[in-house]
C-alpha cells in the first residue's frame, strides 16, 4: 500500500491478518528529498547527502512513537491497529528515486542525483522490546522480509548493493528506540565491499582459493575465537576484530545473499542471531549497544567471490566506558582494540543460555 | 630526559629556560605494555592491540591532571614546574619498541609486536586553554616540536609513517581535557594514506597529473567552498566532505611533510590553524569538539606522490546534534551527511574574524 504522502508501505505477516488495508489517514505533504551523492576522489568513495535529515524526530517517547501502530486515535507511520513486521520507506532518506545518470568516477568534483531508496523494517510492534525478544518464529518472519526487500530493490535500475542493518542504542546515535532496522539500497557498490572483493580477488590470484572459505577454515582451525558453532553457521570474533565484541557469522556454505539461503540455513540464522543478540544483552549492567549488519554481494558484480554473513559489533567496552573513533581510526582507519579477540570470544562464550 | 619509569620527555622552549634537569620525583615501577599488531586480510589493515589502555584515566580535574605541570607537591608527568611545550612518551600506548620482524601480511591469521611509539604533545602547561588560545609564538612552537619529532621517529627502525593529531572534547572520546596532541609512529603505513597514494597513482596513470595538485586546483577554481586563502596556504570544506563541518588545508606548494615547510611556511601554517580552530569554536552555543590530522607522507614511500595536510573535522552538526557512524558508515563506509559543504563553507567564512 501507499502512505499518503506516496510512500510505499509493506506488511509481512506470518499467516493473513485483517486490517491491512487501513489507509493512512494523516493526509501528509509529498514526500519530498533532497538527495545528492558526491565523488571523492582522493578516497575512491560516494558520499551521500540529505540536508533534510537535520529535521529528524528525535527519541519520542512511546506515546509519540511513529513506529508503533496507529491506535487509539494516534495517527503513525504504520496505519495498522497492530502488526507482525512491517516495512515502508524512510520519511528521511539519504537515498531517493532514479536516475539514469552513471558514476562520473574520473571528474574532480563529480555529483550525481542520490537515486536508490531507504527503508525502515520494524521488527515488531511492542515499542519495548528488542530484536533478541523476538522469538525464532519472528526472527525469521523478518529474515524473509529482508529476503523480500533484497530481491525486490536489486531488481530496481541503478541499485548496486542492499544492505540491511539495525543500529540499536542511544551511544552510536539511534533517534527512534522502537525495534528496527533499515534497508539501504545504494547506487554504488559500498567502499568496504569493494576492498572485500580487492581482498578476495588478490587471495585468488594468489592461491587459485576463495578468500572467505579460507579465512573461516583458518578461524575454525584455530578455534579460540570460536563463539558458537552450528550445523549451517559458524560464529566467531574475527582475529584482527576492530571493535571490543565484534561477531562475524558465516554459513558454512559460501552463497551471495540471504535470498539464496535455503529454509534450514534460515532458520539456524534467526536462532543465531537471537542467541548472539542475547549475549550481547548481558556483556553489561545494561544491553549493549550494537550495529548489526546483513552484508551481501553487490546485485551485479563480485557475487561468485563473495559470502553472505552478519558483522555485529558494539562500541561499548566496559559498564561505563564507549570505544570511540578519533584521530586514529577517523584520520587514518588505524583502528586501536583495548579487548583482545580471544578474551572477548572466552566472554560471549561463557554468556550462552 | 627520562621518566622515572624510563620514558623519554623532552622540552621545547622558545628560549632557553630554567628548571628544565627537574628530575620525575615518582618513582614509577619501569613502564610495560601489552601491545600486538595483528592483520586483518579481509580489509588488508593491521589493527593495534593494546589491553593495558583499558586503566588510562579518565578525565581527572584540574587539582589531578598529569599533564599539568609538577607544583605544589603535586607531581604529575612533567617534572618541571612550568613549560612551553613539551612532548613524552604515552604512558598507554598503543605501539611501543622495536622489532625486526616484517609484515607478514600474506598470512590469514598474521600477528607481530607492535612496534612503534605513542607520544603526547602539550600545547601549553594552561590547563584551560585550548589550541585555538596559544597565539601564534606558541602555536609556531608546536609545529617547530612537531617537525622534530616526526623527523626523529621516522628515523627509527621500523616506522613507516609518522600521524600527528589532537582530539579534542569529550564527545569524542577525550580522557584528558588538558589542550594537547598525540603522536603515533606506525609500523604500517595507514589505510588511509595507502588508499590516497593508490588513487594519486590511478589518477597519474590516466592524467600525467598529481591528483592532489588537480583537487586543489579544481577546489581553488570552484571557490564555493573555500574557507580561506593566503600566500602559503588555502583552506577547503571538500567537495565530497564525510564530516558536517570538516575542512582541508594544504599549502600551494606540494611536499611530503612538516620538514619540507620553510620558515614563512610554517609561520602561515600556525596562523591558519588558530583560525580555523577560533572558527570551529564559534560554530555552536559551545566550542565544537574536533580532530585535528596532520597527515605526512610514509617514510620510505609515495613521498613524491603525496602532498601535506592538515584535516580538521567535528562530529557536532548542530547545537544539540551529534554525527554518528551507525549502520552504513561502520558497516560499509559509506557516509550520510545533512550538511551541505558549500552550506558549511559559508558558514565558516562568515565566522572569520
Redesign the interface.
Known amino acids: 500500500m501507499r502512505l499518503s504522502d506516496g510512500r510505499e508501505l509493506i506488511y509481512f505477516d506470518a499467516a493473513a491478518r485483517p486490517g491491512r488495508d487501513a489507509a493512512d489517514q494523516r493526509g501528509l505533504p509529498p514526500a519530498t528529498a533532497d538527495c545528492?551523492l558526491?565523488?571523492?576522489?582522493?578516497?575512491?568513495?560516494?558520499?551521500?547527502?540529505?540536508?533534510h535529515?537535520?529535521d529528524r524526530s528525535?527519541l519520542p517517547t512511546a506515546a509519540d512513537c511513529p513506529l508503533c501502530p496507529s491506535a487509539g486515535g494516534r495517527r503513525t507511520e504504520i496505519p495498522a491497529g497492530d502488526y507482525e513486521v512491517v516495512v515502508f520507506e524512510n520519511r528521511y532518506p539519504?537515498l531517493l528515486g532514479w536516475a539514469n545518470q552513471h558514476a562520473r568516477a574520473?571528474e574532480?568534483?563529480a555529483?550525481r542525483p542520490a537515486a536508490g531508496r531507504c527503508e525502515v523494517i520494524c521488527f515488531t510492534s511492542d515499542h519495548e522490546a528488542s530484536f533478541a525478544d523476538l522469538g525464532p518464529v519472528r526472527a525469521r518472519l523478518v529474515t524473509e522480509a529482508l529476503v523480500d526487500r533484497t530481491t525486490e530493490l536489486a531488481a530496481l535500475p541503478g541499485v548496486a548493493q542492499v544492505?540491511c542493518?539495525?543500529?540499536r542504542g542511544q551511544e552510536?546515535?539511534?533517534t527512534q528506540p522502537h525495534p528496527h532496522g533499515?534497508i539501504?539500497a545504494?547506487p554504488?557498490v559500498?567502499?568496504?565491499?569493494s576492498?572485500?572483493l580487492?581482498?578476495a580477488r588478490a587471495?585468488a590470484r594468489?592461491t587459485g582459493r576463495n578468500?572467505?572459505d579460507?579465512?573461516i577454515a583458518?578461524?575454525r582451525a584455530?578455534g579460540t575465537r570460536l563463539v558458537r558453532s552450528g550445523r549451517h553457521w559458524v560464529a566467531f570474533v574475527?582475529?584482527?576484530?576492530?571493535w571490543p565484541y565484534e561477531v562475524h557469522c558465516y554459513p558454512l556454505r559460501r552463497v551471495p545473499d540471504l535470498a539464496s539461503l535455503v529454509p534450514a540455513e534460515r532458520t539456524e540464522l534467526a536462532d543465531f542471531q537471537l542467541d548472539l543478540l542475547g549475549r550481547f544483552g548481558r556483556l553489561f549492567a545494561a544491553p549493549a549497544p550494537y550495529?548489526c549488519?546483513w552484508?551481501q554481494a553487490p546485485t551485479r558484480t563480485g557475487r561468485r567471490d563473495f559470502a553472505l554473513h552478519l558483522?555485529l559489533?558494539t562500541v561499548r567496552?566496559?559498564d561505563d566506558?564507549?570505544?570511540?573513533?578519533?584521530?586514529?581510526e577517523?584520520?587514518?582507519?588505524?583502528?586501536?582494540?583495548?579487548?583482545?579477540?580471544e578474551?572477548a570470544a572466552a566472554r560471549l562464550r561463557e554468556l550462552g543460555r
Do not use: C
Not at 558526491?38 to 551521500?48: E, Q
Not at 559500498?190 to 565491499?193: A, D, E, F, I, V
Open positions: 545528492e558526491r565523488y571523492d576522489p582522493l578516497l575512491r568513495a560516494w558520499v551521500m547527502y540529505a540536508a535529515r537535520q528525535f539519504a574520473g574532480l568534483l555529483a544492505y542493518f539495525e543500529n552510536i546515535g539511534v533499515q539501504y545504494y554504488f559500498s567502499p568496504r565491499t576492498q572485500l580487492r581482498s587471495h594468489r578468500l572467505f579460507d579465512v583458518a578461524e584455530d574475527p582475529h584482527a576484530a576492530r550495529v549488519g552484508h558483522e559489533f567496552r566496559s566506558k564507549l570505544k570511540y573513533l578519533a584521530g586514529s577517523s584520520g587514518m582507519d588505524a583502528f586501536t582494540n583495548d579487548v583482545l579477540p578474551r
